[in-house]
């Protein structure tokens, strides 16, 4: 193993235009997409966002993701600062492979796991072949 690999990468922060009610930076978070016969499993990085304060929204085929991080006004001066914290947002386009009314969230130490269930028509089968 090289020191490149064990380098973590920077948090990329989202480049918009829009303005914000809220004075954070807003974060891309990293995720890892993993896929089975039976779904698809999206882990997305988010540390410090609170179950009550992430919102995932499907409009369409857009499914949104977005995470606050409750700001902590530590007491003392800060004499080193390399962690920003930060709101996440991510988006992603869904095929029709996806079966919309039972994807499931969860998140646990900072990790959101969405599992995208794929549809029927969608899964691989298996074809029996008969003698004629």
Do not use: C, W
Not at 21 to 39: G, S, Y
Not at 45 to 73: A, C, H, K, W
């Amino acid at each position: 193993m090289t020191e490149k690999d064990l380098q973590i990468p920077e948090k990329k922060e989202v480049q918009s235009n829009a303005e914000s009610t809220r004075n954070a930076p807003v974060f891309i978070p990293a995720v890892d997409i993993l896929e089975t016969e039976h779904d698809l499993t999206l882990l997305a990085d988010m540390p410090g966002v609170p179950l009550d304060r992430v919102d995932i929204d499907l409009e369409g085929d857009q499914l949104t993701i977005r995470g606050s991080v409750l700001q902590e006004n530590g007491a003392g001066r800060v004499l080193l600062k390399e962690y920003a914290v930060g709101d996440y947002y991510r988006q992603f386009t869904l095929s029709s492979d996806i079966d919309r009314e039972k994807i499931q969230a969860t998140i646990k130490d900072g990790v959101l796991r969405l599992v995208l269930p794929k549809a029927e028509a969608a899964k691989p089968r298996r074809i029996e072949v008969k003698s004629s």
